[in-house]
């Protein structure tokens, strides 16, 4: 039996053993400005299709360690996508589903990033448990509440007017040190006067007392000016000592109102707060904007077509990135839906990564980021940003698993796979950053300085070993994969000889290229006599998408086009 506190799901302890696949760019659908607007645009932005757990995994050799924020939108699970099926399953799919995901973001995050999660009431507690699993209780920052509607609706006992969004780090509380403030807005500066002509600038009166009663020196008796006592009340105390409270009221720091008899009040100068405001829980929606808000932007960008249903507004983005990030950094977004974090990230000078599964990667994502780039997009936040267009973006699909069965049930390499996807898939699998060399035919890829790796379809003879073997530098180690070689392998010292497919096939799950959800495959419910048991997806896409995108759906899969390798 478990002996610890936990959320347990059906399905729990079954994990995928994912196959890393190589991303595959097709420079048709990638798009760049046509000249640098300024020095530091961004070109090397990516957009993958596909679906987003295996995307995850790809991504992972590149990217471990280096991802500074992930926002993601997953579907709340809010559709009835499992009307045959009992309720414990969908929710325990959903949670099977995210844990996934999330295990592999986290090992994507920079150890001072953040991960932001947007949820609802149908899965956000179980999330909250199943972060705190993932992630460490202690990682957990904040639980924002975003007020996504503020209208009142008839439909339900309460009306709902939120989402939240998880804030997770792996610094945890710590993780202060590292993030933004938010720039002051003119209504909290507007709190700050200067009715006395003060020449340090505007101020606002603060208060002078403390909660708790602290010694320490904190807990004398002064006279005003009008000879009144005045102590900290019961349960509280000063905030500076005797001495301090003196000389600030020297210098015209302490105010004890016109006739000299009020309680003694500090007065706080515009110029000496800090530069920005500390975030809170609460996000207004006139201050990060509504789910309203968000379709509108969408329509501008697409007049007359059927608005993509569940899109975040620009100004939260942007309140996250702001705090997350920095110019430069990497955005990531998995669950990328209309393309809202990608187009805030690249206005606001960040790097960014994309996975969308659903086809409008294509109808909404490529034409509205297309915008963004040449400049055409004045809505959201172009203009707080003062964005005004260049970088641009590549766009992958995922390649084809490397395996196939041949028609006896034998795994052979696929037939779709070229030398050079070989060579990029063989590296990433085995731990190799893929670099062929102009120079040296059998240098794939490399794991340090003198340590390679070569790839090829052939039989290797032992002429050809040797000849290899005399190539390579003393000092160095050469991985060589091959179809098959004749000779005694340990003769070379500095090579290792391994036969493909033979040497990848326990690595992982191959040709399987739906991690997303498919009733087809889960367990049924006892189904009545008349009741007909649903050989089909239980509920169209378009059910589940207007609730919050489709959950998971594959309607989409990517068909690896007429694609150059890349990694
Ligand atoms: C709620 S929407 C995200 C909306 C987005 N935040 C925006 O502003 O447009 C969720 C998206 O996740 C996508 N999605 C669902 N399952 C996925 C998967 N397995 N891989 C990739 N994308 C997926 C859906 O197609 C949908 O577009």
Known sequence: MRQKLELTWIGKDSRPKLEPRILLEDPSKSYHANHRVRESDLFDNRLIFGDNLLALKALEQEFAGKVKCVFIDPPYNTGSAFEHYEDGLEHSIWLGLIRDRLEIIRRLLSPDGSLWIAIDDNEGHYLKVLCDEIFGRSAFVSSMVWENFYGRSNAAAISPAHNYVLLYSPMGQDWKKVRNLLPRGDESSSKYKNPDNDTRGPWRLGPIFAAGERHEGLMYTISTPSGRKVSPPKGSHWRMIEAQFWKMVDEGRILFGEKGDNNPAVKLFLSEVQEGLVPRTWWSHSEVGHSQEAKREIQALFPGDTPFDTPKPERLLNQVITIATNPGDIVLDSFAGSGTTGAVAHKMGRRWIMIELGEHCHSYIIPRMKKVVDGKDLGGVTDVTGWQGGGGFRYFSLAPSLLEKDRWGNWIVNKEYNSGMLA?????????????????????????????????????????????????????????????????????????????????????????DDYSLNVENLPMQHQSAVEPVPTKRVASAKAVQTAQGGLFDATATATPANVEVKP
């Open 424 to 512: 990029a898939a063989i590296c990433k699998l085995e731990g190799f950053t893929y670099a062929p060399s102009d120079t040296y035919y059998w240098q794939h890829g490399h794991s340090t300085e003198t340590d390679f790796i070569y790839v090829t379809t052939q039989t290797l003879n032992a002429d050809q070993l040797q000849a290899l073997s005399d190539d390579v530098a003393d000092s160095s180690s050469l991985l060589v994969c091959c179809s098959a070689f004749k000779g005694d392998a340990n003769r070379y010292p500095n090579l290792t000889l391994k036969k493909i497919p033979k040497m990848v096939l326990t690595k992982c799950e191959w040709g399987h």
